[in-house]
């Protein structure tokens, strides 16, 4: 039992590059989210989903797609890279309607 | 939406209990208090959760005012390693409740 899996764990971009982040998750939890951390900051929401084929945008969705199409898997998808996408991006599962999520380890983008 | 209100840092000695404090004075009938730890920018990790009675496992014990209105985590003997940001959170569980609303958080240090 893996819990949920984000790669990569470091990431480094040139603007306007592309690139999916991973997310998976072996509890079958049907909400999945993604969230970014910028220093000193709380988390926030980007993209959520609560469950195969149905996604939806949260607080600071600008600029990413996100798509589910299996239960497993969440990828976070950054069109065209900008600097201010440098953060620290986090993926979390839970089961629906549960505060209690399980987070990944995190995966530290540097946009140059 | 309620909101959170904690002290941005405590100090707690090693082997002491730690009580952080929270202030959620607009919280409704039907949201829970949600606690969350994140230690040294690994993802965040969920701890214990309460509506109204106090709670209590293998990590910490919750302690919600009779009004609702503030609660304490209790971490019964600190070690250094419960030294990271902890965060209070009102969840409203129910249809449409999706987001985590992280804020910034009570970064604890525990002194050896």
């Known amino acids: 039992n893996a819990g949920v899996t984000q790669t990569p764990k470091f990431q480094v971009l040139k603007t306007g590059q592309s690139m999916t982040l991973q997310c998976a998750q072996d509890m079958n939890h049907e909400y999945m989210s993604w969230y970014r951390q910028d220093p000193g900051m709380g988390l926030r929401l980007i993209h959520y989903s609560v469950g195969a084929g149905i996604t939806d945008q949260g607080e600071v969705p600008n600029g990413y797609n996100v798509s589910r199409s299996t239960t497993e898997d969440f990828p976070l998808r950054l069109l065209s890279a900008a600097p201010s996408q440098t953060s620290v991006y986090f993926c979390?599962?839970?089961?629906?309607?549960?505060?209690?999520?399980?987070f990944g380890q995190g995966t530290r983008l540097t946009v140059v | 939406d309620a909101k959170t209100t904690q002290p941005p840092s405590m100090d707690c000695a090693e082997g002491r209990a730690a009580n952080l404090p929270c202030n959620h004075s607009?919280?409704?009938?039907?949201?829970?208090v949600y606690w969350y730890r994140q230690i040294h920018s690994q993802g965040p990790q969920y701890i214990i959760h309460g509506l109204k009675n106090n709670e209590t496992n293998e990590m910490a014990s919750l302690i919600i005012t009779e009004d609702r209105k503030s609660s304490t985590l209790i971490l019964p003997h600190a070690t250094l390693r419960d030294t990271a940001v902890y965060y209070c959170i009102v969840f409203f569980v129910g249809a449409g409740s999706y987001q985590l609303t992280f804020g910034k958080g009570t970064k604890l240090s525990v002194i050896p």
């Open positions: 979390a599962s839970s089961y629906y309607r549960q505060g209690q999520a399980f």
């Open positions: 607009t919280i409704s009938g039907n949201e829970y």
